[in-house]
């Protein structure tokens, strides 16, 4: 249900780590929660954030979040489709609806996040 | 969780079921802004049933109710609505409400649910003529540019000549049903109200219709919001009074009621607060108790605020001071310092609800 070469953090964003750049977005869990979203704020390329760091936000009509960085680094891209078509957080919430990439990226810090089935448990014990 | 006569149709529709004042009621179907866009466009339905109801009837049962709200009753021509509302001695708002005018001695009143213990007690207290009905009422809202074909289409004839803000008594397949051209999107609309017992029949009739569609909490909320219709409970509760809730125009101040005296002398003293309209220059919405701020001092609170999906910008309401009400008044919000400004209502202006016909 929730890709498998993704990290999951206890926030609801998916990591996806490849050659020291981490592409971050926001679970399908997530987008179900927040309904139909309708605005995202995404951090300036260049921008260094530190772990935890605010990052942006996703609003939605019945809604709104922060979005973080869940692991430190700058931020090297962020996803400019997201301002006309903020529905492609809904529609492709692993693809075309990511959020932005970092790079220089500690690779240790990846191994504290969820994987795909610890995520699906944790969700799990979230909406019970 | 309170059970509408439509939980089960809403359940087979896959809706996403929330708590609302203690109601099980669908907070969408589709999804809010396909429900949102549906209503403009074409119709939706609403399950109403949470709402509350009253039936006045007697001359005597008239004025009593008359002195428990701020208009003047006696001057509703028959088959005609009046929106109102319900004070406490210090003039704080209860409820709002819309008063009908069915006959000569007889209204029917369409209040909320979430303070109806409160308006039952004011209203059927001492009154043996007022009937607190909300409980055995099922209620349907179809709105939308397309909703009078369809209510001709499922029997209701007298929506051919019924004009904005009437009501007539009517039968469907042998049952009394309350019609009314009202409702809460800004769009050409109808209220129906039934017993319990038809609702799910005539929403099935409705739902077979191609042009029309379910729709949720969320959909109406934004769809009121769009058109800056405050909410009970939410843009107004007790603590705030109808000058500072947009309801100046709807006081009678030539007549009696509960709180007029707390109310003239709000009025006659300056400085309360004003409800405006406020909308943003961008997709970001305002929120629900952000802090309004002018050139950094707190003056006031949004009461409301969403993403509106028509207009394509943020839209809400908000409390601030009288002199800083006027159109393009520029404000901040919220912690992020969210630029609002104030805006003439409604922010959407295509809406058909008073559409002549």
């Given at each position: 249900?929730?890709?498998?070469e993704?990290?999951?953090?206890?926030?609801?964003?998916?990591?996806?780590?490849e050659d020291?750049?981490?592409?971050i977005?926001?679970?399908a869990y997530a987008?179900?929660?927040?309904?139909?979203?309708t605005y995202?704020?995404l951090p300036?390329?260049?921008?260094?954030?530190?772990?935890?760091?605010?990052?942006g936000?996703?609003?939605?009509?019945k809604a709104?979040?922060d979005?973080?960085?869940?692991?430190g680094?700058?931020?090297v891209e962020?996803?400019?489709a997201?301002?006309?078509?903020?529905?492609l957080?809904?529609?492709?919430p692993?693809?075309?609806?990511w959020?932005f990439k970092?790079?220089?990226?500690?690779?240790?810090?990846l191994s504290s996040?969820?994987?795909?089935?610890?995520?699906?448990h944790?969700?799990?014990?979230?909406s019970? | 969780?309170?059970?509408?006569?439509?939980?089960?149709e809403?359940?087979g529709l896959?809706?996403k079921?929330?708590?609302?004042k203690g109601?099980?009621?669908p907070l969408?179907?589709?999804g809010?802004?396909k429900?949102?866009?549906?209503?403009?466009?074409?119709?939706s339905?609403?399950?109403?049933?949470h709402?509350g109801?009253?039936?006045i009837?007697?001359?005597?049962a008239i004025?009593?109710?008359?002195?428990q709200?701020?208009?003047?009753?006696?001057?509703?021509?028959?088959g005609r609505g009046?929106?109102?509302?319900?004070?406490?001695?210090q003039g704080g708002?209860?409820?709002?409400?819309?008063?009908?005018r069915?006959?000569?001695?007889?209204?029917?009143v369409?209040?909320?649910?979430?303070?109806?213990?409160s308006?039952?007690?004011r209203i059927?207290?001492d009154n043996?003529?007022?009937?607190h009905?909300?409980?055995?009422?099922g209620k349907?809202d179809?709105?939308?540019?397309?909703?009078?074909?369809?209510v001709?289409?499922?029997g209701?004839?007298?929506?051919?000549?019924l004009?904005f803000?009437?009501?007539t008594?009517t039968t469907?397949?042998?049952?009394?049903?309350l019609?009314?051209?009202?409702?809460?999107?800004g769009e050409?609309?109808?209220?129906?109200f039934?017993?319990?017992?038809?609702t799910?029949?005539l929403w099935d009739v409705?739902?077979?219709?191609?042009?029309?569609?379910?729709?949720?909490?969320g959909?109406?909320?934004?769809?009121?919001?769009?058109?800056g219709?405050a909410?009970s409970?939410q843009d107004f509760?007790?603590t705030?009074?109808?000058?500072?809730?947009g309801?100046?125009?709807?006081i009678?101040?030539?007549t009696?009621f509960?709180?007029?005296?707390?109310?003239e002398?709000?009025r006659d003293t300056?400085g309360?607060?004003?409800?405006?309209?406020?909308i943003?220059?961008s997709?970001?919405?305002?929120?629900?108790?952000?802090?309004?701020?002018?050139h950094?001092?707190a003056?006031?609170?949004?009461?409301?605020?969403?993403?509106?999906?028509?207009?394509?910008?943020?839209?809400g309401?908000?409390?601030v001071p009288?002199?800083?009400s006027?159109?393009?008044t520029?404000?901040?919000?919220?912690?992020k310092?969210l630029?609002?400004?104030?805006?003439?209502?409604?922010?959407?202006?295509?809406?058909?609800?008073?559409i002549?016909?």
């Amino acid at each position: 249900m929730y890709p498998e070469e993704l990290k999951y953090t206890q926030e609801h964003e998916w990591i996806r780590g490849e050659d020291g750049t981490c592409t971050i977005g926001i679970t399908a869990y997530a987008t179900e929660q927040l309904g139909d979203v309708t605005y995202v704020e995404l951090p300036e390329t260049g921008v260094k954030l530190a772990k935890g760091a605010e990052a942006g936000a996703v609003e939605s009509v019945k809604a709104a979040s922060d979005i973080y960085a869940p692991v430190g680094g700058e931020v090297v891209e962020v996803n400019t489709a997201l301002d006309d078509q903020p529905e492609l957080v809904n529609e492709s919430p692993y693809a075309d609806g990511w959020f932005f990439k970092l790079k220089d990226v500690d690779p240790a810090e990846l191994s504290s996040f969820m994987d795909a089935a610890a995520y699906a448990h944790y969700v799990e014990e979230q909406s019970q | 969780m309170q059970k509408t006569p439509l939980f089960d149709e809403h359940k087979g529709l896959g809706a996403k079921i929330v708590d609302f004042k203690g109601w099980a009621l669908p907070l969408q179907f589709a999804g809010i802004l396909k429900e949102h866009l549906q209503t403009r466009a074409e119709a939706s339905l609403f399950d109403c049933s949470h709402m509350g109801e009253y039936r006045i009837r007697g001359q005597k049962a008239i004025e009593s109710y008359g002195k428990q709200i701020i208009s003047d009753v006696s001057k509703i021509p028959l088959g005609r609505g009046r929106y109102g509302a319900i004070l406490n001695e210090q003039g704080g708002i209860i409820d709002d409400l819309i008063t009908f005018r069915m006959a000569g001695d007889e209204l029917y009143v369409v209040t909320n649910a979430g303070p109806l213990d409160s308006v039952t007690a004011r209203i059927c207290a001492d009154n043996a003529g007022a009937e607190h009905v909300s409980y055995e009422t099922g209620k349907i809202d179809v709105q939308g540019p397309r909703s009078r074909e369809l209510v001709l289409e499922a029997g209701f004839e007298e929506a051919q000549t019924l004009k904005f803000f009437n009501a007539t008594w009517t039968t469907w397949e042998g049952h009394a049903v309350l019609l009314s051209r009202t409702g809460f999107t800004g769009e050409l609309g109808y209220e129906l109200f039934m017993e319990n017992d038809l609702t799910p029949k005539l929403w099935d009739v409705f739902l077979e219709m191609d042009a029309i569609e379910a729709a949720g909490l969320g959909a109406r909320d934004t769809l009121r919001t769009e058109v800056g219709y405050a909410l009970s409970g939410q843009d107004f509760d007790e603590t705030v009074t109808p000058l500072e809730a947009g309801m100046a125009s709807f006081i009678a101040w030539d007549t009696d009621f509960v709180g007029k005296e707390a109310l003239e002398k709000r009025r006659d003293t300056d400085g309360h607060p004003v409800q405006v309209g406020i909308i943003t220059r961008s997709k970001r919405k305002p929120q629900q108790d952000f802090e309004v701020k002018h050139h950094g001092t707190a003056v006031g609170i949004v009461t409301s605020g969403t993403y509106g999906p028509s207009v394509e910008h943020g839209v809400g309401l908000a409390r601030v001071p009288r002199a800083l009400s006027e159109p393009g008044t520029q404000f901040t919000a919220g912690p992020k310092d969210l630029e609002i400004e104030v805006a003439e209502i409604p922010f959407y202006k295509k809406g058909t609800c008073r559409i002549k016909i």
